[in-house]
């Protein structure tokens, strides 16, 4: 079993920054994928970022790519989300989820099995 507790979420101006953390509760955490979705208002929930266990995977949407930076703690069952160079379509709940996805799944939803509350960022024009 995994616990995933978001933070770190709030209120910026376009092309500020922040970064999401999301601390795991559960021995398996070191083994697990970690993943990065969000829900905008509106629209379904999509991936943004994963990582493997041990760093050496980690696929970006199109969205994203080259603003944002997903990392990982082991020893502080951590994961991170550094975003920078933030936009208004950037506005949505992140949600942290773990699983156990092959890397080719790692940004399919239906690769992790268990999921945050979320946190609201919201990114003002």
């Known amino acids: 079993q995994v616990q995933l507790v978001e933070s770190g979420g709030g209120l910026v101006h376009t092309g500020g920054s922040l970064r999401l953390s999301c601390a795991a509760s559960g021995r398996t955490f070191t083994r697990s994928v970690m993943g990065w979705f969000r829900r905008a208002p509106g629209k379904e929930r999509e991936f943004v970022a994963a990582?493997?266990?041990?760093?050496?995977?980690?696929p970006y949407s199109d969205s994203v790519k080259g603003r944002f930076t997903i990392s990982r703690d082991n020893a502080k069952n951590t994961v991170y989300l550094q975003m920078n160079g933030l936009k208004p379509e950037d506005t949505a709940v992140y949600y942290c989820a773990a699983g156990f996805p092959l890397i080719a799944d790692m940004p399919l939803m239906r690769g992790y099995d268990y999921w945050g509350q979320g946190t609201q960022v919201t990114v003002s024009s």
């Open positions: 990582i493997n266990w041990s760093g050496s995977s980690t």
